[in-house]
């Protein structure tokens, strides 16, 4: 498995932006289709956005179509959330995921972040 730590997150204003990034240890993070995810309070755990472990296919949801770009640099170990535009409705933990398969299923992910709280004021 791969260990994975998220940063970035933070108190934003409705229109504002952020960038998360998601922080990988282990040699074979190259190997792994990652994701982010975000859970409000009272929520299930919603994927946000996937991209196969060369960066050539990505998913983004509806909700964030247009407003979320997510990139990977595996010469750094990294994966990124560029949020643009944010909503109230973007509040949230958001975390990052590692898995095998290709999926938007949060039970597909093998290895998690502990998350990072964003929050947009209207």
């Known amino acids: 498995q791969v260990q994975l730590v998220e940063s970035g997150g933070g108190l934003v204003q409705a229109g504002g932006s952020l960038r998360l990034s998601c922080a990988a240890s282990?040699?074979?993070?190259?190997?792994?289709?990652m994701g982010w995810f975000r859970q409000a309070p009272g929520k299930e755990r919603e994927c946000v956005a996937t991209?196969?472990?060369?960066?050539?296919?990505?998913y983004y949801a509806d909700s964030v179509k247009g407003r979320f770009t997510i990139s990977r640099d595996n010469a750094k170990n990294t994966m990124y959330l560029q949020m643009n535009n944010l909503k109230p409705e973007d509040t949230a933990v958001y975390y990052c995921?590692?898995?095998?398969?290709?999926?938007?299923?949060?039970?597909?992910?093998?290895?998690w972040g502990q998350g990072t709280q964003v929050t947009v004021s209207s």
């Open positions: 995921g590692a898995g095998v398969v290709a999926s938007r299923d949060p039970s597909n992910f093998d290895s």
């Open positions: 282990g040699r074979t993070f190259r190997t792994y289709n």
């Open positions: 991209i196969n472990w060369s960066g050539g296919s990505t």
